[in-house]
């Protein structure tokens, strides 16, 4: 039996796929069945978007894909509700290039915002053609018709109804999605705003669900990448006289790209781990103790977002002058499962599965890297593990499809854990430097900020094409020039100040490989925001979240900071404590400025003897609009304060001068059980009204600020250099 | 070589020092246990053997053949959850969960030991158990949890 269908197919046989689904213990599937398909399905026609069965069940192709996040529960929420059928009566199909709708990437916060208001439309779409259709055979107009459980009926009159199933069961709408259908006012909401179960975890919990390390296909071989010695070295020789006791292994080269394939995992494994390879090697990166002084002088392209009034002139005569230097390393997004993925590379077509977050820009780019048309080119995106950002999962997909098309069988790449850590594009390195002046009466009348940045988006496809792939740039591709982006994000805060320069130097090159981690540069710059308001909040003599507020004018921003403030019992202070190891801090952002409004206040217990800090409690109030899911929202929240103290505390890439050196759990740690805080109390601010905004990334950026406030309540010592270290 | 894996015995063509993990995988065919790292440091491998949580990545299957090995997948069930994984569930103690399969095995096997585990027990037993989504807080009180699930269900209780 093949798993692999066609969208027409599956439509008509989706019952068989999901028992296969939930079934199998693998994913197994029967290579080159399906015909080379075409173009991702139109994003303007209804039945691109949900289908419905005879039995009345409804299928829905999402773009936006599971992550781990728990979206493909609230998008499910979502359409549940607009359309009217029963929560557990929807199957979710996602991130298939060939049956999805380009949605675009997973990223960015945007999927219950953007993806959740597409899928929105296209149910208030489908409910009303449902309608229409309903409206002749009840003998009743529209306007007296109500839509429950799947089942249409008269108002007044319960049995004149009539299912979605005996409507369109089985059949095409043939409809176009307008975006005017009418949408559900938010009083009527049953399903969204309910803290539904997480739809896959029984699944997970139980060893059940398939992950893309869990596909199989039949001929398929197990292959290994074995990278250069360093960063940017030349493969000069390679020796396979060693593999010769390994039945069956064999080296695939091409350039500087090296692997080996075997029929057994065990023997590509020890074949990758003693075939000789030579490289030419060279130091191209910086001593690592210099980074900030060598970012601050690479060549860079300024950007100034903000420069409004006399900037240095109010400073200048401000009756304090106060101003400071942070900095932040690279760090990993360190996934607990290395990159996976399969491919099966034919002469004129190719079908990868991966864990992208772009299913279709991935399809784009692989194409391009293969010699392929587009069309011919099929991603299935199969759930990996957490990426938090653009980790190695496009990387180990171009590194299957070019194994594949070089052996010419279906080859599965396992990244081992040093590929992972050495060779996922890292999360930032960045220096931000502020100056600010205060007045008589401790208001701040001058900001100046600049930020020095190399890029956050390094990823495959789109202009970029395939250039960005590790596996295109080891066969000869020059790295993309893109525009440099996300570096920028919350380096302008949302105080309101009258005289504000932000400037942000976007670097042109960067000593590693870097790509979006979660929030790009928003837990960067909102570190260097959040420490800096604590530090002019203490040149004033003011309590810091009194500080803050006299700088907020946004309601919504009030109101978050005084919420967090409460749930903490927050206690008004002019300077550090003296008297204890324990401190306090505070942190605040609105996200990019357009998403959810965080604010945090963190305890910390500090043993300066040990040079430890702990984070004890955090208590964080959120506001993102409509919550469609609290239950997964505050699961999110929770997930980005650990990782936030995980990455304030601890996590740094150490390299030499010629490649990452931090290439294992002892080299990058991060945050264990035993220094996990007491508890993490979350007040959730929902405002049904409004539309929702991006949550998924917000509530890490104001946490490392906070931090190093707490650190400075407790010792008196002001840490600037991520990660803090006492 | 045989294995008896979750109650059914098997026999496994593989190399005496193959790691337990890729057999558990490749020739039995299951997909609890996850590859992490290889180096025993992470924990998503973790499976049962005579009674013990082990790490399958560095254990050599001619070691892990002398005892029963329990997956995750001979715990329980999607519609007949062991109380661990149903402890778990009732938590929303995951994210992307690729390390679950490390904390729930590793958590089995302390509450057959320890049945009234204290939070710093439960803390210092899954410290070397990594997860970067940040599910910690629910980990523990799931662990607490199933704790007071497996002891209610043993002594006839009805808890839940």
Redesign the interface.
């Known amino acids: 039996m093949t798993s692999l269908l066609s969208r027409r197919e599956f439509v008509e046989k989706s019952g068989l796929l999901v028992v296969g689904f939930a079934m199998s213990r693998s994913l197994r599937f029967a290579p080159g069945e399906d015909a080379p398909s075409s173009l991702p399905p139109a994003a303007n026609q209804l039945d691109s978007w949900l289908s419905v069965a005879a039995d009345g069940s409804v299928t829905v192709f999402s773009g936006k894909v599971e992550l781990g996040t728990g979206v493909s529960t609230a998008l499910r929420q979502i359409v549940a509700e607009e359309l009217g059928v029963p929560f557990d009566r929807i199957t979710w199909i996602q991130g298939d290039s060939d049956r999805t709708v380009d949605q675009g990437s997973t990223v960015g916060s945007q999927t219950v915002k953007r993806g959740g208001a597409q899928l929105r439309q296209a149910a208030a779409e489908a409910r009303a053609a449902l309608l229409e259709l309903a409206s002749p055979k009840l003998g009743a107009p529209v306007d007296s018709l109500i839509v429950a459980n799947g089942v249409v009926s008269v108002r007044g009159a319960n049995d004149r109804r009539v299912s979605f199933g005996e409507l369109i069961g089985g059949k095409r709408f043939e409809r176009a999605v307008t975006g005017k259908a009418k949408v559900k006012s938010p009083s009527e909401y049953s399903i969204v705003g309910k803290p539904m179960p997480r739809v896959e975890l029984p699944a997970k919990m139980t060893g059940r669900h398939v992950y893309v390390h869990d596909v199989r296909v039949d001929g398929m071989l197990h292959g290994r990448v074995i990278r250069p010695a360093s960063i940017g070295a030349k493969l000069l020789s390679v020796d396979d006289s060693a593999l010769r006791d390994i039945g069956g292994a064999r080296v695939v080269r091409k350039v500087d790209f090296l692997g080996v394939v075997a029929e057994r995992e065990e023997d590509a494994i020890n074949a990758a781990k003693v075939l000789k390879a030579t490289w030419s090697e060279s130091q191209t990166l910086p001593d690592e103790r210099t980074l900030a002084d060598v970012l601050i002088k690479l060549p860079a392209t300024d950007r100034v977002s903000t420069d409004s009034g006399d900037v240095s002139a109010s400073i200048a005569r401000a009756a304090k002058k106060v101003s400071a230097r942070y900095r932040w390393p690279f760090q990993m997004h360190a996934s607990i499962g290395p990159s996976c993925a399969v491919a099966d590379v034919k002469r004129d077509s190719a079908t990868i599965w991966s864990s992208t977050q772009g299913a279709h820009a991935l399809k784009g780019a692989l194409a391009g890297f293969l010699g392929l048309p587009p069309e011919s080119v099929h991603v299935i995106w199969t759930e990996g593990s957490g990426c938090y950002g653009h980790n190695g999962s496009d990387d180990a997909a171009a590194d299957a499809a070019l194994m594949s098309q070089l052996v010419g069988k279906p080859i599965r790449v396992q990244w081992s854990r040093a590929d992972e850590h050495g060779w996922e594009p890292k999360g930032v390195a960045m220096v931000m430097d502020v100056s600010a002046g205060l007045d008589e009466t401790g208001k701040i009348v001058g900001w100046d900020y600049a930020v020095w940045t190399p890029t956050h988006s390094s990823r495959p496809g789109g202009g970029a094409g395939s250039a960005n792939l590790l596996a295109a740039q080891l066969t000869g591709a020059v790295p993309a020039s893109r525009p440099s982006l996300g570096g920028d994000r919350n380096s302008r805060h949302t105080y309101t100040i009258p005289n504000t320069r932000v400037v942000a130097h976007l670097l042109e090159s960067s000593p590693l490989r870097t790509s979006s981690f979660r929030g790009l540069g928003s837990p960067q710059n909102t570190f260097a925001n959040e420490s800096f308001m604590d530090e002019l909040a203490v040149a004033a003599g003011v309590d810091p979240v009194e500080f803050r507020l006299r700088h907020l004018t946004d309601p919504r921003a009030i109101a978050v900071v005084r919420a967090a403030a409460k749930l903490a019992n927050w206690q008004p202070r002019v300077s550090h404590s003296t008297t204890s190891a324990k401190g306090r801090g505070f942190g605040f952002v609105q996200y990019e400025g357009t998403e959810a409004y965080v604010a945090a206040a963190v305890d910390v217990d500090v043993d300066e003897s040990a040079h430890s800090v702990r984070v004890t409690r955090a208590c964080i109030a959120h506001d993102c609009g409509l919550i469609v899911n609290p239950n997964g929202l505050k699961n999110q929240i929770e997930g980005n304060v650990i990782q936030a103290i995980s990455r304030t505390l601890k996590e740094q890439v150490s390299f030499d001068r010629s490649r990452v050196t931090s290439l294992d759990w002892r080299g990058y740690e991060i945050l264990r059980f035993s220094e996990i805080p007491e508890s993490i109390d979350i007040e959730l601010i929902n405002h049904p009204e409004l539309p929702s905004v991006g949550a998924g990334e917000a509530s890490t950026s104001p946490i490392p600020g906070a931090i190093a406030n707490a650190i400075y309540d407790a010792t008196g010592r002001r840490l600037r250099d991520v990660p803090l270290r006492i | 070589m045989k294995l008896l894996v979750n109650g059914t015995a098997h026999d496994v063509d593989?190399?005496p020092d193959?790691?337990l993990l890729?057999v558990l995988?490749?020739n039995v065919?299951?997909?609890?246990?996850?590859?992490?790292?290889?180096?025993g440091?992470?924990g998503?491998c973790t499976v049962i053997v005579d009674g013990v949580a082990v790490r399958s990545c560095t254990t050599p299957v001619s070691s892990a053949a002398r005892g029963p090995i329990t997956?995750?997948?001979g715990?329980?069930?999607?519609d007949k959850?062991h109380p661990v994984?149903q402890a778990?569930?009732e938590e929303?103690a995951?994210?992307?969960?690729?390390?679950?399969?490390g904390m729930?095995m590793t958590t089995a096997a302390l509450i057959a030991r320890n049945k009234q585990p204290t939070r710093e027990q439960?803390?210092?037993t899954?410290?070397?158990?990594?997860?970067?989504?940040?599910?910690?807080?629910?980990?523990?009180r799931a662990v607490e949890k199933a704790a007071a699930l497996s002891l209610a269900q043993q002594t006839g209780g009805n808890e839940g």
């Open positions: 593989a190399a193959t790691p890729y995988r490749n065919g299951l997909t609890g246990p996850k590859f992490g790292c290889g180096l440091q992470c998503a997956t995750i997948e715990l329980g069930t999607p959850p994984q778990f569930i929303q995951a994210q992307c969960a690729y390390c679950i399969n729930i439960i803390r210092s899954l410290n070397a158990n990594l997860c970067r989504c940040g599910t910690h807080m629910r980990i523990v």
